[in-house]
């Protein structure tokens, strides 16, 4: 864990790359099978497999959205930090500005995209087999056509801007996360601005003082997470804390595998029903103390989980390697793909093999002899989403892949021009002291 900032980089991808199949896998089981929520099938029953603390990991989601807060704020981070401890203060102002500039275009023109696709699959009907499929989940995401022509505009601009307003896009309602996600980002420069002539041991007092603010305020999200990965970035560029972590291999080794046990059982934290199985209802009860007075735990204990995980990954070398693999840096580079077109492939793609061959019920009479409307679509048998399922991955994959070739270079070719547009060409500017910084 030296200096290297490419170094440094790689694991984080790797991990972030597992975090965007978590994510899917996540909507996955909310749509097909909503009762992995729970820790048990009830109060009396037994738990399945996927209940299970440590491997109801692979269905949770809510740890992945705080991963990709704090690895915004770790990978944001490691350029300037380092830039500012080598003294190349300028350097730092510099890049903070032009990554601050970058990371907004980077963030809302290919959601942008996603969001207009989104809006042709809905008006073209593409989307009518998901709003009567048996799947609530499925169901709830999946709009009804405009009206008209006129009305399917409007539709798509307000939703367009209703998602960096309160995250409320109708035609894709996951990218709620996306206006957090930006506002982390946003305070990791800025926070990385008020601190880069601040002493490193200082900085360090000042990230905790920040941390501990947001644990407070409740914003579990992105807030804590955020910070929690600017401090990491931090105390991955000291010389002399990874001077002591060298000389203390036996006890690096023991830290770093409790952190990660520790932090995956916090992440197995049950939305629902905790009370139903005897290890989240001692959670429930932990939270109690260690929590602030009336945050949402099912928000917290994943935050949680994913900062006590990452730092004992950051110490552990075969952990790092792990997530260096190029199979799993190549899903991270992937992973912004996968966030933005996995649930429309969802309520489209895997919906019409799973539900898209069925048989409505119809023609059933209330107790009067009136017929009710019909039925939701039923799931298709259990063979045919043992061979879907995987299939749909690898479809979704080759689909983000081709994204990831073609949108994602136009995204930045466009963010490029406007940063061309926008800033001055530091070859002509006259270098003085900045009047903000004197």
Known sequence: MSGNGKRDVVWADGLRGVASVLVVTAHI????????????????????????PFIRCLVMGRASVAAFALLSGYVNSLGPIKRARSGNLEGALSGIAKSAFRRTGRFVIPAVLATTLSWLACQFGAYNIARAASSNWI?????????????AFYDLFYSLGRTWLDGANQYDKIQWTLTFLLKGSMETYLTLFATVYVKPRWRMLILMGLYYFKWKLGDAVVGFNVYWGILLADISLDADIQAFIARHSLLRSFFSGTAILLGLYFCSYPEEHPEWSVWSAGLENLAQYIFPHGVEFARYYPGLGVNILTIGVMFNNTAKRTLS????????????AIYLLHAPLIRTVLTYVLYGFSIRPSGAKDEKGNELPPGWLPLANKWVC????????VFLYRVANLWAAYVDPFCGRVTQWFEDLAFRDDSKVVLEKPLLLS
Request: cysteine-free; overall charge positive.
């Open 29 to 52: 089981s909310r749509a097909l099978a909503p009762h992995l929520l729970s820790p048990a099938m009830s109060e009396k029953l037994p738990p399945m497999l996927f209940q299970l």
């Open 325 to 336: 693999n190029n199979f799993f840096t190549w899903m991270g580079k992937l992973s912004f």
């Open 139 to 151: 169901r709830d995401t999946s709009p009804d056509p405009s009206p008209s022509f006129a009305v």
């Open 386 to 393: 043992v061979f879907a399922i995987p299939l749909f991955y």
